[in-house]
């Protein structure tokens, strides 16, 4: 018979849930409602006593007066998350964005101190931004090591392709974000980096044996531990050598034997988002709530049902299928980090995670910017730039990136407005279905669009959550091989995908004028193209009709 009240141990219970938020002020402008609660719903879970919230969407301001709210709302300390991998802009309007971590590791292979300085800053200065909004839990490091090209979802978030490039970064990483007073989370445990399939749509299966893991893909997440971080993340991927019966998220023998036992991990074990299809799909979000606690998970993220989520696992104790102290566990985790949190509450300020104290010194917004910039023009590559010439009839075709969220690009997008200053004439892709219909969007790129004019090609792709594996290599490699058959391409410009550039500069002629940048976001462009470009003293300025699929 269990000694505690059905009212105790359901606030007890709700401590382990970690649900989604908008960051915008009215539920009317949530961008994905079917995952994010109203306002009265995360009032009323915050009052049970929910463990944490993550957050999406909505400007900085807007969600530091959110966390300033649900920290009110509740009567205990609260964790308060965010998807920042590559600074607080990429989740919130208003915030910096950093170039993703690929593109240190690229500077890291040609000079490793450098790297090194720049991961650890990144970290500085990503967890300042966090803590200046409100949050103190940030979801990175990214641990994966990135073995697959094709990879659809790791891709530039991971910190490179071999465990001895990413443990250096991301132990550098971890060395600079935890001095900033907030949580880190090395994630996705055991690793998500030779995945073909993205684990948002489906359940990935891995043919490695443990032995392939310990080698490789767990070494990073060793390293991590190490460097004292707070959590790890489960990643949803089947591994039928090791557990063929349920995927890490739901693996006793992953996350207890494993991430416990072997790996002597003390800190909060959470789950990546049960609702990604890889199983919401085949377990739906009650059972996958008891199952992944029954197996380690101290903390659950984004069920698809809250409340039925903490009522399964309430009455899995109450019938005494999992033993009351296991909850108990799990709770004194939580708390202990957010006691851990308080005592940065105070100095975080003052302290300097740098080796070398003097570089940096105390933060502020305008370092955080030159730091910034510093990583575009340091991760920019220019070829042949002697090579490029234009003239007024020449053509600037951009494909957007679907992911990219510029959907009628204008004047404010440098990739549109710099050609369009100097004369070119711009044709825009603004999505990519190869997959599809490869026949139609063949059809429709039809390069007589181009009449006989000479071409600049702009590609905009990275791997993403939910986008599938869409940089269309084949399709790519036939157009630039048909305008330089014909004698019209006059240069490329590649922005994210480091695996449609290193596919490029195989086929591209060798006097061809090419760039590449991992970062996409307007200030990356900017460098990019002001480096390729000559400077007009009297600017053509001319109406650009743009073309869409």
């Known amino acids: 018979m269990l000694s505690i009240t059905e009212k105790k141990l359901q606030k007890l219970v709700a401590e382990l849930f970690i649900v989604r938020a908008s960051g915008h002020f009215f539920d009317s402008q949530r961008k994905y409602p ?9 009032k009323t879970l915050i009052n049970l006593g929910i463990g944490g919230v993550i957050f999406f969407g909505g400007t900085i301001k807007e969600v530091e007066e959110r966390c300033r709210l649900f920290k009110h709302w509740s009567s205990q300390p609260i964790l308060l998350c965010a998807d920042i991998e590559e600074g607080i802009g990429q989740r919130f309007d208003g915030g910096l964005n950093f170039v993703p971590p690929m593109a240190i590791s690229q500077i890291f292979k040609k000079e490793p101190k450098k790297g090194i300085e720049f991961a650890e800053k990144y970290g500085f200065f990503l967890g300042d931004q966090a803590r200046k909004v409100g949050l103190n839990w940030v979801l990175a490091p990214v641990c994966d090591v990135n073995t697959n090209p094709n990879n659809p979802v790791i891709n530039l978030r991971a910190w490179g392709e071999d465990p001895l490039t990413v443990s250096n970064l ?9 001095e900033r007073g907030v949580l880190t989370c090395a994630k996705h445990f055991p690793g998500h980096g030779d995945s073909e399939v993205d684990s948002h749509l489906q359940l990935p299966v891995l043919q490695k044996d443990l032995s392939d893991l310990i080698n490789s893909d767990l070494l990073p ?20 050598k090791i557990d063929h019966e349920f995927p890490v998220t739901l693996s006793k023998y992953f996350l207890t034997n494993i991430l416990r036992r072997q790996m002597n991990f003390d800190g909060l074990i959470v789950t990546d988002a049960l609702v990604m299809k890889a199983i919401s799909n085949l377990y739906g979000g009650e059972k996958a709530a008891v199952l992944a606690f029954e ?15 903490i009522q399964a696992i309430m009455m899995a104790i109450l019938h005494e299928k999992i033993p009351l102290n296991r909850l108990y566990e799990s709770i004194n985790r939580k708390r202990n980090a957010l006691k851990k949190l308080s005592k940065f509450e105070h100095n975080y300020i003052n302290q300097s995670c740098f080796s ?21 023009k340091s991760s920019i590559i220019l070829k042949n730039k002697e090579n490029f010439f234009f003239d007024e009839d020449s053509f600037n075709f951009v494909k ?3 992911s990219n969220l510029v959907m009628s690009p204008d004047d404010s997008f440098p990739a549109i407005a710099i050609p ?15 997959q599809i219909c490869k026949n139609e969007l063949k059809k429709q790129l039809d390069l007589s669009i181009f009449s006989d004019k000479k071409v600049f090609l702009q590609i905009f792709s990275r791997g993403k ?10 399709f790519w490699n036939d157009v630039i091989q048909k305008l330089q058959k014909s004698n019209r391409l006059i240069g490329v410009a590649i922005y994210g995908c480091p695996y449609l550039w290193a596919n490029c500069l195989k086929i591209l002629e060798p006097s061809i004028a090419c760039c590449y940048s991992p970062g996409q976001m307007s200030s990356a462009q900017r460098e990019l193209l002001e480096q390729l470009f000559p400077s007009f003293e009297q600017p053509i300025d001319r109406v650009i009709e743009p073309f869409t699929n």
């Not at 903390?299 to 989520?309: D, G, N, Q, S, T």
């Open 221 to 240: 997440f060793q390293k991590a531990i190490k460097e004292g971080a707070d959590c790890v993340m489960t990643a949803h991927l089947l591994f039928p």
């Open 420 to 434: 369009k200053k100097l004369g070119l004439k711009s044709i825009i892709l603004d999505s990519f279905k190869i």
């Open 170 to 178: 991301i132990s550098a990483f971890q060395r600079g974000i935890s």
């Open 295 to 309: 197996a380690g998970a101290d903390l659950i993220m984004m069920p698809e049902k809250p409340y039925a989520a």
């Open 356 to 376: 070398n104290a003097n570089v940096l010194g105390e933060f502020d917004s305008k370092k955080s910017i030159i730091f910034s910039e510093e990583l575009i």
């Open 465 to 474: 959550p939910f986008k599938e594996n869409d940089w269309g290599k084949e």
């Open 34 to 42: 079917q995952w994010e609660l109203t306002t009265h719903e995360l």
């Open 400 to 402: 957007l990136d679907k």
